[in-house]
């Protein structure tokens, strides 16, 4: 004892030395809220098998970059997935420098023994190159008993979503780190089917709308499809409750029950619902708000005093209510809750947080993880600017845009978050993170319909397009610098087909130096048959065009074209046979356009405006204006209850006048499925020795009505009304009516287009006109031009 009491003087001064020597070096200071700070040096500590630039290879944070703690984050779970450390063996420690810089430290704790065998007994549906990809194990990697129970849950789930809802799989060996082997014991037993889905009990909802919310299938004939995977049943439950909460059920009550057939191989999955009293809504408050008064918050809002409650409604409102805030630079955190005040009524509160007072301002944008993407790319989608107001609804609305660029990993998607700025607290730093991926693309496809035959299809896409970088070395091609980065696209195409061929050159700025218009040049080749003549085309478009609100858009282009009209019968009349040869045409064309669709693949509401007039040059001078509008009406009250399966009622008019000198292959021509439905391709129109010669004025219309026929909107029987005509000057002689009804078909696997099958019969037609009694395409509702 008494040596021990000797000692602790000088153990207590070396301690306390140490301590010192570490504070004066950062070793043991913690830096004071490092988020946005400049990162000096980014080292690691602890590592004994593993190199400092192994780690740091894995790691995102980089010297000379804001610290961003979502970021630091991230690096931590990316250290932890390399299953080189022990759980929870990844720290961070952030030091201060004294010229205001940050050091970041990673601490790690590595494993010990290394893996030497892995075996996978009883496995026989699954490779071991399936297993390895499962598990992640590979030989010589470090010893980790918690990546190997990870393992043994990932074959076990991958087992049951193939359906073996009986298969175990057990971890003998590699539960210790002093073990040298991973032996994982499997059963996989049989592969079980869903026999048929049932809800028990549902009164205000249809069993086809049920089974649209779920993601559980039924197996086809009881043996394609329909795997039984038990880990959906409670993700279809709760998307049962949350479907009827949107109801204004919100004491719905929903009990799943398995039942097993007598083998064991097959399942019928049982909903017992509760549904309970449909609630509806007494009043509405508004309270925290504090900038702006509550009358204003109020009429952004939908749902209104003795209306059914509709969840839908009410997020919708949240959106409205902090959107309304946040495009003033209000960063709000808007909640909802209700209370029942007597059975079945509710009352809807919206609390506003967070409210300062005092709007936001854009500090900094900081861009990370574009090596070959440059920042201008990434600037023009922003569309915020240093100082300006922060608009909060434009972080996610540029977050959309720089997705649907496709220049950017969808695994891990671009993200735009605002951040402290350590100078001022009324300025937010905004951070733009992003991670490259592959932007270039061979597609093959093709099409068939009743106009144009069979075509097949061949191009080569390149989204991120930079035609200044033009490469240096090698490496530049190796690693994917070369001609890349600018966000320009190019577009080489080529589609031979039984009557119709086009190959084209397509270059597109959407940025032309860093403004608001787009540039978009085309160089093009294509060749069509037709009964009058065949037609060989080639030339040159450059279009500019500006965007200039959400809703309308304006363009200019030039076409440069040479024509040739050849294999001209020789009873084709003179206004066929004057046209043939080759011709020169030059056409300065103006637009505008206008779209407030809710969709572009299936609208119910909204319309469509297009306009355009050119004026052609060259062998021939004669002007062309087209104008189209197309219109779609839907009600609350032709749909369900949650607002699905709605009718619409479209209609489209469209005219179009040329001078009277246009040549036969620039006249207007009508027939077919996207044009006049009931009459064959160009089959109307003025005709002379029963061919074609097109006309000068045309005049088409179309009302469509569409009804879904299944639950799941992916069928719709349409019934329409095609009217118009083509005539040789501007006049109306020859009138057209056609009435028809027809198929939509979406089919997932053949893209978002629905198959169009429709059958329509001339009621009126003119003289010479022809008949096409059945067309299909893939078609869009309302656009059958």
Not at 63 to 75: F, H, I, N, R, S
Not at 205 to 218: C, F, P, V, Y
Not at 341 to 366: K, L, S, T
Request: aromatic share 10%; charged share 25%.
């Amino acid at each position: 004892m008494p040596a021990c009491r000797r000692l602790r003087p000088w153990l207590v001064a070396a301690v306390f030395a140490l301590a010192l020597l570490a504070g004066s070096r950062g070793w043991l200071t913690a830096a004071d809220n490092p988020q946005g700070k400049t990162i000096a040096e980014v080292q690691t500590a602890g590592s004994r098998l593993r190199s400092p630039a192994q780690i740091l290879n894995m790691v995102h944070s980089r010297a000379g970059k804001p610290y961003d703690q979502a970021l630091v984050q991230e690096d931590v779970r990316r250290l932890q997935s390399t299953r080189w450390f022990t759980a929870d063996g990844v720290r961070v420690l952030t030091t201060n420098e004294v010229d205001g810089r940050v050091t970041v430290t990673f601490v790690v704790t590595e494993l010990g023994n290394t893996v030497q065998e892995i075996v996978y007994h009883g496995a026989q549906h699954l490779s071991d190159g399936d297993l390895r990809t499962l598990t992640g194990l590979r030989k010589g990697d470090a010893m980790n008993p918690m990546a190997n129970e990870v393992g043994r849950a990932a074959i076990l789930r991958r087992y049951q979503d193939d359906g073996r809802y009986h298969a175990t799989v057990e971890l003998v060996e590699g539960n210790k780190p002093t073990d040298s082997r991973v032996v994982y014991n499997i059963v996989e037993g049989p592969v079980v089917k869903v026999a048929g889905v049932e809800f028990v009990g549902n009164v205000g909802a249809i069993t086809g709308r049920l089974k649209t919310q779920i993601t559980t299938k039924t197996a086809f004939a009881g043996a394609i499809g329909g795997k039984f995977n038990p880990m959906t049943i409670e993700m279809d439950r709760k998307a049962l409750t949350e479907y009827y909460q949107a109801l204004g059920y919100l004491a719905v009550k929903i009990e799943p029950e398995v039942r097993r057939s007598a083998d064991q191989s097959r399942v019928t999955i049982v909903y017992h619902i509760v549904e309970g009293q449909q609630y509806r809504v007494s009043d509405k408050i508004i309270t925290g708000n504090k900038s702006f008064g509550t009358d204003k918050l109020m009429a952004v809002t939908e749902l209104k005093p003795g209306d059914r409650y509709d969840r839908r409604i009410a997020q919708r409102d949240l959106t409205r209510i902090r959107d309304y805030g946040g495009s003033r630079g209000y960063q709000w955190a808007v909640e909802e809750q209700w209370y029942e005040v007597e059975p079945g009524v509710v009352q809807v509160q919206y609390n506003v947080g967070n409210d300062r007072g005092v709007p936001d301002r854009v500090g900094r944008i900081i861009i990370d993880g574009n090596e070959i993407t440059r920042d201008r790319v990434i600037l023009n989608q922003l569309d915020l600017r240093p100082g300006q107001i922060l608009e909060y609804p434009k972080l996610e609305e540029a977050q959309m845009r720089l997705a649907r660029l496709g220049l950017f990993d969808m695994e891990e998607p671009p993200t735009v978050r605002d951040m402290p700025n350590e100078l001022d607290t009324s300025f937010k730093d905004i951070h733009v993170r992003v991670k490259e991926t592959r932007t270039g693309q061979i597609i093959f496809g093709g099409s068939v319909n009743s106009d144009a035959g069979l075509t097949g299809n061949i191009s080569l896409n390149e989204r991120n397009f930079d035609i200044t970088r033009i490469p240096t070395s090698w490496d530049d091609f190796r690693y994917g610098r070369a001609f890349r980065g600018a966000g320009q696209e190019l577009r080489l195409e080529a589609a031979p087909g039984t009557t119709f061929q086009r190959y084209s050159a397509t270059f597109r700025e959407p940025y032309l130096f860093d403004t608001p218009f787009g540039l978009t040049t085309s160089a093009y080749f294509y060749n069509r048959s037709f009964a009058e003549y065949n037609e060989d085309r080639y030339g040159g478009r450059v279009t500019i065009d500006r965007r200039l609100d959400s809703i309308w858009t304006a363009s200019a282009s030039t076409r440069v074209e040479g024509v040739n009209v050849r294999d001209v019968p020789a009873y084709a009349p003179w206004s066929i046979a004057k046209d043939a040869g080759n011709h020169f045409l030059l056409g300065l064309r103006a637009g505008i356009t206008r779209d407030t669709r809710d969709s572009y693949v299936y609208p119910t509401k909204g319309s469509m405006f297009d306009a355009g007039f050119e004026q052609v040059l060259g062998d021939y001078t004669f002007p062309v204006g087209t104008a189209e509008f197309t219109q779609f009406f839907s009600t609350k009250y032709l749909a369900r209850e949650d607002g699905s399966q709605r009718h619409v009622l479209g209609f489209r008019t469209q005219v179009a006048v040329a001078g009277a000198n246009a040549p036969v292959f620039e006249r207007f021509y009508a027939g077919g499925i996207r044009s006049f439905r009931g009459f064959s391709f160009r089959g109307v129109g003025p005709y002379e020795n029963t061919l074609a010669v097109g006309g000068t004025f045309s005049l088409l219309n179309s009302v469509e009505y569409q009804i879904p026929i299944l639950p799941s909107e992916k069928m719709y029987w349409v019934a329409f009304v095609d009217h118009g005509t083509v005539e040789s000057k501007f006049d109306i002689k020859d009138y057209r009516v056609s009435v028809g009804t027809g198929i939509r078909l979406s089919v997932p696997a053949l893209g978002p287009l629905p198959l169009a099958f429709d059958l329509a019969f001339p009621v009126v037609k003119g003289p010479y006109d022809h008949r096409q009694l059945f067309s299909f395409s893939m078609g869009l509702f309302g656009s059958q031009r």
